[in-house]
């Protein structure tokens, strides 16, 4: 597995292992945690295969989910994932309703967003329900801009991206060089 921990202000990202499988389980397993993610409330088993495939996404990747935790507690998990519906690298945040209201989730979803561009990810996106205020509030806020909009399950649903184009030397290139003659 590629990447390491990030530390921001409050906060240590890892990435995911399978030590942290009871958490992620009761973390998806919780309807105020995960209940409008996309797949909804998750079973132990489809949460140990989304962790397979989390930690196939960092193999692949080099980027992909990370846990969340303030002063070592488990209070969450965000990062990348690669959407099943094919719309690319999608950002995607979850944290105990306990912890809400306090500025976590933007702040691990920015370290992970920041992670995800350094790491030469150019563009990646995220989608929300329209009615999800606090999701759209902490994706505009971390700078991503809506883009498009679909509906799904009678939902409309609203798409983000954040763009990081590839930073270009700042110097000209330099003229090429005479074919130097030799003496004969």
Not at 27 to 48: H, I
Request: glycine fraction near 12%; charge should be positive; include cysteine.
């Amino acid at each position: 597995m590629t990447g390491g921990s990030i530390r921001t202000p409050r906060l240590v990202l890892e990435p995911v292992s399978w030590r942290d499988m009871d958490d992620m389980a009761r973390l998806k397993a919780d309807a105020g945690a995960f209940g409008m993610m996309l797949g909804g409330v998750r079973s132990r088993q489809q949460a140990e295969a989304d962790m397979a495939d989390d930690m196939a996404c960092w193999a692949r990747r080099g980027v992909g989910i990370f846990t969340i935790r303030e002063d070592g507690r488990f209070i969450g998990m965000t990062g990348l994932h690669e959407r099943p519906d094919g719309r690319g690298l999608g950002l995607r945040f979850a944290l105990w309703p306990w912890a809400a209201g306090r500025g976590l989730a933007r702040e691990a979803a920015s370290a992970a967003l920041s992670f995800a561009h350094d790491a030469g990810i150019r563009r990646v996106m995220a989608v929300t329900r329209d009615t999800n205020i606090a999701s759209r509030t902490i994706l505009g806020g971390i700078g991503m801009t809506q883009y498009d909009s679909f509906e799904r399950d009678g939902h409309q649903m609203l798409v983000y991206e954040s763009i990081r184009e590839v930073a270009s030397d700042p110097l000209p290139p330099l003229p090429p060089r005479r074919p130097v003659r030799l003496p004969e």
